[in-house]
């Protein structure tokens, strides 16, 4: 299985599940690759207050979006550093059709967004894609993380016209939320 694959399906599926459905068939996958044990560890992980800090970044970001007249939000997390995160706000912007991921480099500034360490712990025991259970482990980490900022996103702002995207470090594609 390629986990590049994989998340090429999470940009679809972002387009054409509902969050929970989302939720449901990656947790699936990784009961799969990866067993019940990891992937309750997973699913069990509280989130709570990394979406509340998720939510203070990105009420900014969008403040800051809206004044400086950005083409874009992107929001991007290190899987290898704790999840540390930072929002960009980007002067360009290329849709997924284009494969043009350089505007992304280009921002008018960046916010800190949140940590999320227990993530990090579990993601370093298995790493990204050696085995299908470093597999199974990262899609689910990945789209609990995914699914938690298009949240956010749609909690704060439904009707905002900028995209907002997400990845994490060196991730191509990036994935579009809206």
């Known amino acids: ?32 690759l ?3 044990k990891l992937s309750n560890e997973i699913k069990e992980v509280d989130l709570y207050a990394y979406t509340d800090e998720l939510k203070i970044g990105l009420n900014k970001a ?24 930072t ?29 999320l360490e227990r993530f990090s712990e579990i993601y370093s025991k298995n790493g990204f894609d050696g085995s299908n259970v470093a597999i199974g482990s990262t ?7 995914v699914v938690s900022y298009v949240k956010v996103f749609k909690e704060l702002s439904s009707t905002s016209s900028i995209p907002v995207c997400i990845a994490f470090h060196d991730q191509d594609p990036i994935l579009r939320v809206k």
């Open 139 to 145: 899609i689910y980490l990945v789209t609990r993380t």
């Open 34 to 36: 990866a067993g019940i």
């Open 87 to 115: 929002f960009f706000i980007c002067e360009e912007y290329s849709p997924l059709e284009d494969n043009e991921e350089d505007w992304a480099c280009d921002w008018i500034e960046d916010l800190e967004g949140p940590s």
């Open 1 to 32: 299985m390629d986990i590049f694959e994989q998340l090429e399906e999470l940009q679809k599926d972002l387009n054409e599940k509902t969050l929970d459905e989302i939720e449901v068939k990656y947790y699936q996958l990784c009961l799969k």
């Open 62 to 85: 969008l403040d800051i979006a809206k004044s400086e007249s950005a083409k874009a939000i992107y929001f991007e997390y290190d899987l290898d550093n704790n999840w540390d995160s």
